[in-house]
C-alpha cells in the first residue's frame, strides 16, 4: 500500500498526497463502460432488479448494454442533440442507472434533480442548466414541472416513469440506426462534460458542478483499485451492493458508476424508511453497503430498543462495549501500536456473537462485511462497534465539486474519527486559516455560467481548490473534519466553536432526531433539539413499562433528564467556553420538506435561524 507523502510547515502537517494507482484514460467516455463490459465478460451480472412480487432478476452486462442502446436511440429519435442536457427527477431505481448511461451513449448531458425538491428548485436548476428534457417519476412530479413552463421555453420534452415513458423511448428509437450511437459515443472524450450536479443549497441557490467524463474516471478508477476489498469481493461471495442513498446526490452516483466499471451486482431501493429498507437489504443480501452515519445509527438504535422490549438491554450494552474494545484493538494491531484482541476478548466476543452481533449483520441482509459511510462523521463509538461486530467501514469525505470521494479510510488501516488518507491521485492542503484545498483529477471543471454555456474554472494558479472546510492532517496524512468554516460560532467571549462535532455527537443519541448549535455574537453556546418519533415512542413504552409517574408534567420533566444527561455527556468532550449551556426542544422536526434540510440532509442554518428566532432568544433570556 502506498502511504500518503506528507509536506510538514511550522510543526504540523499541512500538506498530504498519494499518487494515482490508475493512468488516466487517454479517450472514450463513461457511455463505453456497458460495451466495454459486454466485450470482456457478457454474461456478468451487472444488475438486479427487483420485481413486484419482491424478488430479484439478475440482468446480465448483454442484457444491460441492449438496453442502455435501446433508450440511448429512443432520445436520439425525439431529437435531442450531442450537449443537449436531460434531467432525471426520479428515486432511486433501474430507471436512472439506465437512463444515465442511456443518456451518455446518445452525447447528451445528465442533470440530476432531488425528486423531492420544491417548485422554485426544479425550476432553477432546469433553467439555470439550459435542460430541454426531463424526465420525472410520477404524475404530481410532471404536474410541478408543467406549472413551471411558462419559465422553461427551452424544455421541449417531459416524460413520465409510471406512465409508461421509457417504454415509449423504447419505441421510438426502433428506426434509429446503431452507427448513429457508434458516432456520438466516439465524439465523446475525458474532457467531454458529464453532468451538472447541483449542490444542495446550503449557502443559497444550488450551483450546477460541471464534471467530466474524466473527472469519474478519475474518481472511479482509483476508488475500485483502493477499495479492492469491496469491488474483487475477497470471499466466495461475488460482491454485490444495494444502493439506497438518492442517485441524485454525487455520493451514490459515483458508486453507481464505480459498481458498473467494475462489474459488481448493483441493486436499487427506493426508500430509506427502516421497515422498507431492512426488507430490501434480507432480500437483496449485499455484500457491502453505501451509507450516511444515520442509516447506521437508525440500525443500531433500532436494535437496541427491540433488546430493551425483550428485557436484554442490559445484555445488549455489554455486547456494544465488547464489540468497540474488539474494534479499536483491531484497529491498533493493524497500525503496529497493540497486539490486537486478547484470547479473552476474541472469547468473549464468541460468546455475544449469535446473541446481538449476528442480529446487527442479518439486519444488513447477513453477507455485509463492509460499509462506505460518508456526508458527515460517523464517530469513534459507533464505528469501532461495527468493526467489532463484523462490519469494517470505509468512511470518506468529499463534494460534489470532487466527484464525491476526496479521502477515505484505506484498507487493513483504519483510524476512527478520522476519514481517511487522500485517495490516490489526490492531494489535501490545509491553509493557514484551516480550510481543507483539494487538488486532482476528479476536481471538477468549475461552476455552470448558463449565460455562457461553459463551466468557470475554481481552482486557483496551481490547481488548488478551496473548500470551505476546515480541518487538519496528522503525521500520517489522516484528515479529520472539525467544521464547516462559514459555520464557525464566534461568541461574545471571543471564542471559536465549531458546531458540527457537537451535532453530530448529539444526534447519535436515540432520541434525538436533529440537532443545531447555535450562539455566534452571543455569550454562550445553546441548542435546538428536535426528537425522534420512533425513539420516543420507544422511551415512552419502557417509561410505561418503569410504572414512571404519569401526566404530561411529570413526562415532560423525565424526558427533559434524558436530554440533560445528552448534552452533559458531550459537554465532557469540549472545553466550559465550547460547551451548550441550555438547548430547546421544538415540537416539530427538521425536514426537507419544510425547508430545513437539504435532500443529502444537511442543515440549512440560515432557514432554520430566521423560522425559531424567538425561541433561540428565550434560551438568551435570564
Not at 183 to 209: F, I, N
Request: glycine fraction near 10%; charged fraction near 25%; charge should be neutral.
Amino acid at each position: 500500500m502506498v502511504m500518503p507523502d506528507v509536506v510538514r510547515s511550522g510543526g504540523a502537517v499541512r500538506e498530504a498526497s498519494v499518487p494515482p494507482l490508475v493512468p488516466a484514460p487517454r479517450g472514450g467516455s463513461l457511455a463505453d463502460i456497458p460495451y466495454e463490459n459486454v466485450r470482456r465478460a457478457p454474461d456478468a451480472v451487472v444488475i438486479s432488479r427487483k420485481l413486484p412480487d419482491g424478488s430479484w432478476q439478475d440482468m446480465t452486462a448483454a442484457a444491460f448494454a441492449e438496453d442502455v442502446g435501446t433508450l440511448a436511440r429512443g432520445l436520439v429519435a425525439e431529437g435531442l442533440m450531442p450537449g443537449d442536457r436531460i434531467a432525471i427527477m426520479a428515486r432511486t431505481s433501474y430507471a436512472w442507472t439506465v437512463l444515465d448511461f442511456a443518456a451518455w451513449a446518445a452525447g447528451l448531458v445528465t442533470v440530476p434533480v432531488y425528486p423531492t425538491s420544491s417548485a422554485f428548485q426544479t425550476r432553477w436548476i432546469l433553467q439555470d442548466s439550459g435542460a430541454i428534457a426531463c424526465v420525472v417519476q410520477d404524475a404530481a412530479q410532471a404536474a410541478l414541472v408543467r406549472q413551471e413552463r411558462r419559465q422553461l421555453s427551452q424544455l421541449t420534452h417531459l416524460w413520465e416513469l409510471h406512465d409508461g415513458g421509457l417504454d415509449r423511448l423504447r419505441e421510438a428509437g426502433a428506426g434509429v440506426g446503431p452507427d448513429v450511437l457508434a458516432e456520438r459515443r466516439g465524439a465523446l472524450t475525458p474532457d467531454s462534460l458529464a453532468t451538472l450536479s447541483y449542490t444542495s443549497g446550503t449557502t443559497g441557490r444550488p450551483k450546477g458542478c460541471a464534471l467530466t467524463h474524466g473527472n469519474f474516471f478519475a474518481e472511479v478508477d482509483n476508488a475500485i483499485s483502493l477499495l479492492y476489498p469491496l469491488f474483487m469481493a475477497d470471499s466466495k461471495e461475488p460482491a454485490s451492493i444495494l444502493l439506497f442513498l438518492p442517485l441524485s446526490h454525487i455520493f451514490g452516483r459515483m458508486v453507481s458508476i464505480a459498481c458498473l466499471r467494475a462489474r459488481v451486482r448493483l441493486g436499487h431501493a427506493p426508500s430509506v424508511e427502516t421497515e422498507a429498507l431492512l426488507s430490501d437489504l434480507a432480500a437483496f443480501r449485499p455484500t457491502f453497503l453505501l451509507a450516511i452515519p444515520y442509516v447506521l445509527e437508525k440500525v443500531y438504535n433500532t436494535a437496541r430498543a427491540k433488546a430493551e422490549r425483550m428485557g436484554r438491554a442490559s445484555s445488549f450494552d455489554r455486547a456494544a462495549r465488547v464489540a468497540r474494545r474488539y474494534g479499536e484493538a483491531l484497529e491498533a494491531a493493524e497500525h503496529g501500536t497493540g497486539p490486537g484482541p486478547s484470547a479473552l476478548l476474541r472469547t468473549t466476543r464468541a460468546l455475544y456473537d449469535p446473541l446481538v452481533h449476528r442480529r446487527i449483520r442479518t439486519a444488513l441482509g447477513g453477507r455485509v462485511k463492509y460499509a462506505i459511510c460518508g456526508g458527515s462523521p460517523l464517530g469513534r463509538r459507533l464505528a469501532s462497534f461495527y468493526a467489532g461486530v463484523g462490519v469494517e467501514i470505509f468512511e470518506g469525505y468529499g463534494l460534489t465539486e470532487t466527484t464525491a470521494a476526496a479521502t477515505c479510510t484505506p484498507p487493513r488501516r483504519p483510524r476512527m474519527g478520522t476519514v481517511g488518507w487522500p485517495i490516490p491521485g489526490t492531494a489535501v492542503r490545509i491553509a493557514d486559516d484551516g480550510e481543507i484545498l483539494l487538488r486532482g483529477g476528479h476536481v471538477f471543471a468549475g461552476y455552470w455560467d448558463a449565460e455562457r454555456g461553459v463551466p468557470v474554472p475554481e481552482h486557483d494558479r496551481d490547481g488548488w481548490f478551496a473548500t470551505g472546510d476546515l480541518g487538519a492532517l496528522d503525521d500520517e496524512g489522516y484528515l479529520t473534519i472539525t467544521g464547516r468554516k462559514k459555520d464557525v460560532i464566534i461568541t461574545t467571549g471571543g471564542k471559536s466553536v465549531a458546531p458540527a462535532p457537537l451535532e453530530d455527537w448529539l444526534r447519535a443519541h436515540p432520541l434525538i432526531s436533529q440537532c443545531m448549535v447555535t450562539g455566534d455574537n452571543r455569550p454562550y453556546i445553546t441548542a435546538l433539539l428536535t426528537l425522534d418519533p420512533d425513539g420516543l415512542a420507544h422511551w415512552r413504552e419502557m417509561r410505561r413499562k418503569r410504572a414512571a409517574p404519569t401526566g404530561p408534567e411529570a413526562e415532560e420533566e423525565d424526558l427533559r433528564v434524558v436530554l440533560q444527561r445528552a448534552v452533559d455527556e458531550v459537554n465532557r468532550l469540549v472545553s466550559r467556553a465550547e460547551s451548550i449551556r441550555r438547548f430547546l426542544v421544538l415540537t416539530t422536526d427538521f425536514t426537507e420538506r419544510n425547508g430545513h434540510l437539504t435532500p443529502s440532509r444537511k442543515l440549512r442554518r440560515d432557514e432554520i435561524t430566521r423560522d425559531f428566532a424567538d425561541e433561540i432568544a428565550k434560551m438568551y433570556e435570564r
